[in-house]
Structure formats: C-alpha cells, structure tokens
C-alpha cells in the first residue's frame, strides 16, 4: 500500500520515529515536491513546535499521548474552511492577505486532541468554485501521477500532497465533491459525511445551506474510519447528530448505476470499474439491483442548481459582508458574486426547496436499495488549465464540472454519507474511481464495504508516505 497515517502513528508511538523527525522528513518533501503546487502556504516553525511538543507529551505524559489516535502525524489543513489558528486562510484569493489565522474551529481543535501536527495550507481555488486547483494567485496544483493532469479540486492540493507521500493524511472540504473528485484523481479515499455528522462552528452560520462538509483525503479506508469517528458527533450546527444505525455485516442489496446520461456520458474504463465493484460485491452474497439513468436524472439536474444558486448568493453575501474589495477577484469569482446578487428571493427559495425534494427523492431510493454504487469521474484527469477562471461564463464554468463528475452534487444537496475510492487504473496508469452512497448515519456500513473493495488490491500508490520505508 507504500502507508498510510496509522501505519506511520504507529512508527511513532513505538519509537521508531519521533514526531519532530517525522515532521522534519515531511518539510524535507514538501521542499522536494514543490513544483507540484499541493502547498500554498507553510509554516515549519509551527510544524516543528507542535511535533516537540507532542515528543514531550510521549514522555510525560504517555497514556495521554497514547490516547490520540494521530499522535505526532505531521498534516496540512486546506486554503479553505476552518480556520486553524496560526495559519492564515486566504480562500485562494487576493482579496485576503495571509496575516493572523484567527481562533481555531471547532474541527480544527478536534484535529490538533486527536494529535496532528499542521505545518500549512494546501491549495484551493479561489473561493473553492472549480474541480481544478489552479488560483491566480498560484500556485498551480498539480496531479502526483501525471503533473500535465489537474489534481482536481477544490481540496486539489490537499490530495496532491497526500498522493506524493508529503503527508499521509490532509484536511479537505467538500460543497459539491471537493473531497471525492480530487480523492478520485490522485487515487485515494475521499468521504464527505452525512450532513451534521461534522461540526462546522463556531461560526458556520447557515454554512452554504448544509450542503458543506468537512474531514479528509486519506490513501487507506482504515484511516478514513478513525479520522471519521474522532471528529464526529456533537456538532452543536444547525441539524442534529445523525442517529446512531446498528450496524450488521448481512447480505445488502447494492443499487448499481452504470449510467450518467446522455448529456454527460461516462467513459467506458469507467463504467467497467463500477461494474467490477458490483461484481465483487455480489461474490460476497449482496445482491445487485440495476439502477436507470431516469431515477436519478431529476436530482442529479437540480442538485447542480442548487450547488450553483448557494455558492453564488453566498459569496456575494460574503463579499458585501466583509467588505472585500471585489475588483481583484478573478474574472469568474466576480461573475458568480453578480450571478448571486441578481438571483430573485423567489428564485432562491424555489433551489431550496427542490434541494429538500432531492433528498426524499433519494431516500426514496433507499427504499428498494442498501447502497448505491456509481461512478465518481466521467474520465481522467483533466488537464491542466480545463478549467479556467479569466471569463465571466459562470454557465459555461458549471457545464464542464457536470461534465467532468455528473454525480458529485448529489450528496452535498441531498445531505447523504458518499465516499469514492480506486478500484484499479486505466492504460495511463491512472486510477479507476468508484463511488458508494448510503443512508444517512450509515458511514459504519459504507466504509466496511468501501474496505471490503479496498482489501481486492487494485491500486497501489506511486509515492511512500514520508517518514516510512518505500
């Protein structure tokens, strides 16, 4: 698997590594995979004194430092979301200055008690409003695997930088697959939780109408288990908790999608990799159900929608809030700000309520299915520049996300667990993404059935993770 964050954990907790070493050989990669722009802004200084500190801890205090299940794991957060105090989030934009870094969220001090060890931010788009990671401000990000391929976005550099081995684990968001598509990409594992299941305060407000989520990208579905259950519950947001599901290991019937429509095809390798998936799920006695195009065509239409109509009336609420001086925005930023302020409150008010339509739409689905198991990227990685930000065609701009992942949206409009995986690699050598949908609070069952696909051995990463043996 060339590791992963537990395997590293436990180099350090047994003694074979120590954090500040750890830490060290992680600057030493960061410094090493630069040209492929995964880090916007890094600080060692603060990596380092987290890392002794949590040396000290090892020694002082040792059944504490026991506890953390990420004990001295050196880590970045994202250019986006948060804030993690000490590193000052700009959102990819000229229109905040990399100064301060406020107080820490409430994720974010769930991040630093489970025992990472941040050290920077990883590249987003300005504002988060693409699938590429290519900011004006740069820098440019760039897939490990193929550096003419974008990393995807908006937690492109996050992925990036977990796909090279500079970290092992990375802190990413996800409003309308910005975990899943960069995941897909780069080949790793990527969740976006069910809505509520993560805290976004304090200060989250309407938090992008619920369709916001925040965790990671990882390269084991081991460690987007632990990941999960350490930050989750008591999210004190604007929705409760999920419920806890009993969880059970019984035969599932697995709802198989191996459509995206006629507007927005899906590459033949593609499909045939969901197909595999089905097929090596079936060997487990789960039974596999077809799934039309025509049962998911309404929701998949109006969850873009409302991806669109939410990302743009906030950022124009944003922009008039905090008095940001719009005129250095890029092209595209500014046209959605105005796509926002000139959206009618009857309009808005007609997106939310398809988004509430949407989800008991699906959870109509899980009336006949246990999971849904689909496609997370029409094809490979695009290339550099797919995606560009000097116009102002905001529709344009979302046709060719739709394009690219035709079913990312619709778990972050419809508030359920999603998670997208490698389930091989095409001629290029690039991987071959899956994804799994379940009912909400489900996360137990679809991440053991995420590892179930995960133990067939269909993709190796290319790059060891820093700090262990290649």
Known sequence: MQGDATELVAAIRHGSL??????????????????LGAIAYLDGAIGLAAAQACDRERQSAPEHFSARPFAGVPTLAKD??????????????????????????????????????????????????SLASEPAIGPVCRNPLDPT???????????????????????????????RVPAACCGLVGMKPTRGAIPGGPSFGNHLAGIASELA??????????????????????????????????????????????????????LAAVADA?????????????????????????????????????????????????????????????RGRTLSATA?????????????????????????????????????????SDHADTDLHLERMTAFAPLACLANVSGFPALTLPFGQDQHAMPLPVQLMMPMGHEPRLLSLAARLEAEGRWQHRFPVAGLPS
Not at 23 to 31: D, F, H
């Open 18 to 35: 120590s954090a500040a070493e750890a830490m060290q050989i992680s600057l030493e990669a960061a410094a090493r995979h630069a040209p």
């Open 80 to 129: 986006l979301g948060g804030p993690f105090r000490g590193l000052p989030v700009t959102a990819g934009s000229r229109l905040f200055e990399r100064n301060g870094g406020g107080a820490d969220s409430e994720l974010a001090s769930r991040f630093r008690e489970a025992g990472f060890c941040l050290f920077g931010l990883t590249t987003s788009p300005e504002f988060g409003l």
């Open 149 to 179: 391929r974008t990393a995807g976005g908006s937690s492109g550099g996050a992925a990036a930088a977990v796909a090279a081995g500079i970290v092992a684990i990375a802190h990413a968001t996800d409003a309308g697959g910005s975990i």
């Open 217 to 270: 990208v990882c390269r084991s579905v081991r460690d987007t288990a632990l990941i999960f259950n350490r930050l989750s519950g008591n999210a004190r947001g604007p929705v409760p908790d999920p419920s806890p599901i009993d969880f059970d290991t019984g035969r599932l019937r697995i709802g198989l999608l191996t459509d995206t429509g006629p507007a927005h095809p899906t590459e033949g390798d593609r």
């Open 278 to 338: 089905a097929r090596a799920l079936e060997k487990d006695g789960h039974v596999i159900v077809p799934l039309a195009w025509a049962d998911f065509e309404w929701s998949v239409a109006a969850s873009g929608r409302a991806f669109a109509d939410i990302v743009s009336v906030n950022l124009a609420a944003l922009i008039e809030a905090a008095a940001l001086e719009e005129s250095r925005a890029e092209p595209l930023t500014r046209a959605f700000a105005r």
């Open 348 to 388: 808005l008010w007609k997106t939310l309520n398809d988004a509430v339509l949407v989800s008991h739409a699906v959870w109509g689905l899980f009336d006949t299915v246990d999971c849904i198991l689909m496609p997370m990227l029409a094809s490979a990685p695009l290339a550099i520049g797919s995606f560009p």
